[in-house]
């Protein structure tokens, strides 16, 4: 199968890497944008939110625990992420989300893992919940994108189901650790 003539192999090749979506979409992508690699990345980017979108319903019943401790000893956090298969569980792009889900409950403390697990009596603005739930903040090593984008962008490039279930955060001297399950 030739690659049509308005396509350039060596932007499919790098959007390919970077996004690490099929060669087939990319190519569809690169196509769609006329071959301006940053118009495909958003095509490939939308096509990634509505195919983690249809995934959400599936069952996640493996999956990683990871941990991180800060340099001082002083503050860490645990974090459980589900994933539908062992398989996915053990990539190397599973495992680096874990860590740097881990390290961003470490660093920004969230209270709750996405908006519905505030308690309804609770009222909070939307600033408060963007504040208060993981999936709603910034990430810590990039405040451009929410946390959330970086789960879709998982589940887009693994093709499974990701659920981030539940965390702890650990800071020597407090009393009880905040949990969010």
Do not use: W
Not at 4 to 13: F, G
Not at 80 to 90: I, L, M, P, S
Request: charged share 25%; proline share 5%; glycine share 8%.
């Amino acid at each position: 199968m030739s690659v049509p003539a308005k396509v350039n192999l060596q932007a499919l090749k790098e959007l390919r890497e970077e996004t690490g979506a099929p060669i087939g979409e990319v190519r569809s992508a690169l196509e769609a944008a006329g071959g301006d690699p940053a118009k495909a990345r958003t095509i490939l980017k939308q096509r990634g939110v509505a195919a983690a979108e249809k995934r959400q319903g599936r069952s996640t019943g493996q999956g990683r625990i990871e941990s991180y401790i800060h340099h001082n000893g002083r503050v860490g956090a645990l974090v459980e992420v589900d994933c539908e298969t062992d398989f996915v569980a053990r990539t190397p792009d599973f495992q680096q989300f874990c860590r740097d889900v881990a390290m961003h409950v470490t660093a920004v403390s969230p209270q709750y893992v996405r908006a519905e697990d505030v308690p309804t009596g609770e009222s909070l603005s939307p600033e408060e919940v963007k504040a208060a739930c993981l999936l709603e903040q910034p990430f810590v090593k990039d405040q451009g994108t929410a946390v959330k984008d970086l789960l879709k962008a998982l589940i887009a490039k693994t093709g499974e189901n990701v659920v981030i279930r539940r965390f702890v955060k650990f800071t020597v001297g407090e009393s009880a650790p905040a949990a969010s399950s």
